[in-house]
T-cell receptor, first 115, second 114 residues
Framework: EPEVTQTPSHQVTQMGQEVILRCVPI?????FYWYRQILGQKVEFLVS????????KSEIFDDQFSVERPDGSNFTLKIRSTKLEDSAMYFC?????????????FGEGSWLTVV | AQTVTQSQPEMSVQEAETVTLSCTYD???????LFWYKQPPSRQMILVIR??????QNATENRFSVNFQKAAKSFSLKISDSQLGDTAMYFC???????????FGKGTHLIIQP
């Protein structure tokens, strides 16, 4: 069964450093997403991406964050100048369609620890 | 804005029992979709079941079924013949109104006791 893959599974970074989280969505999917889950809290939507541009973003997704699809398969989340409160599990997801309710499939997550 | 409420932070049942997890939501939209996701200790988010709001028939997937009450804005998950592998966090989620992002509840930690 096709799946969303994410790398790295766990990254530890110094406060103030930049991190890039990588994702390979399901190959025939057109919509890509990043979600965040701070330990012990609910999953929160960050951003959706379609047709090589941001489709929607939440209030969390400020100028510290950016997304990119550098080639035909990867989808990345860049976090600049990381803060302690950026420590969380970051989930990449993809779907065949967008807000029509197509099922969103999640990757296994990248656990980011900022120290 | 849509909200999703899961009022049971934790539940515990014996193996083979049936358990129902509750979820309510608030929206002014008429067309939307509801999901239950399972998050085991590995922390992966796994789709359990999905329901289209325009469908009156409740969705079922093997041992998992939902009770969708649109007027009451309720979307509960029933797990029959529960198994040890069902132990996980269960999140109810909503999408609709042209939004791209899922809105999640805070989750219910389900523990299946042997």
């Amino acid at each position: 069964e096709p799946e969303v893959t994410q790398t790295p599974s766990h990254q530890v970074t110094q406060m103030g450093q930049e991190v890039i989280l990588r994702c390979v969505p399901i190959s025939n999917h057109l919509y890509f997403y990043w979600y965040r889950q701070i330990l012990g809290q609910k999953v929160e939507f960050l951003v959706s991406f379609y047709n090589n541009e941001i489709s929607e973003k939440s209030e969390i997704f400020d100028d510290q964050f950016s997304v990119e699809r550098p080639d035909g398969s990867n989808f990345t989340l860049k976090i600049r100048s990381t803060k302690l409160e950026d420590s969380a599990m970051y989930f990449c997801a993809s779907s065949a369609g967008g807000s029509s309710g197509n099922t969103i499939y999640f990757g296994e997550g990248s656990w980011l620890t900022v120290v | 804005a849509q909200t999703v409420t899961q009022s049971q932070p934790e539940m515990s049942v014996q193996e083979a029992e049936t358990v129902t997890l509750s979820c309510t939501y608030d929206t002014s939209e008429s067309n939307y979709y509801l999901f239950w996701y399972k998050q085991p200790p590995s922390r992966q988010m796994i789709l359990v079941i999905r329901q289209e709001a325009y469908k009156q028939q409740n969705a079922t997937e093997n041992r998992f079924s939902v009770n969708f009450q649109k007027a009451a804005k309720s979307f509960s998950l029933k797990i029959s013949d529960s198994q040890l592998g069902d132990t996980a966090m269960y999140f109810c989620a909503f999408i609709g109104g042209g939004a791209d992002g899922l809105t999640f509840g805070k989750g219910t930690h389900l523990i299946i006791q042997p």
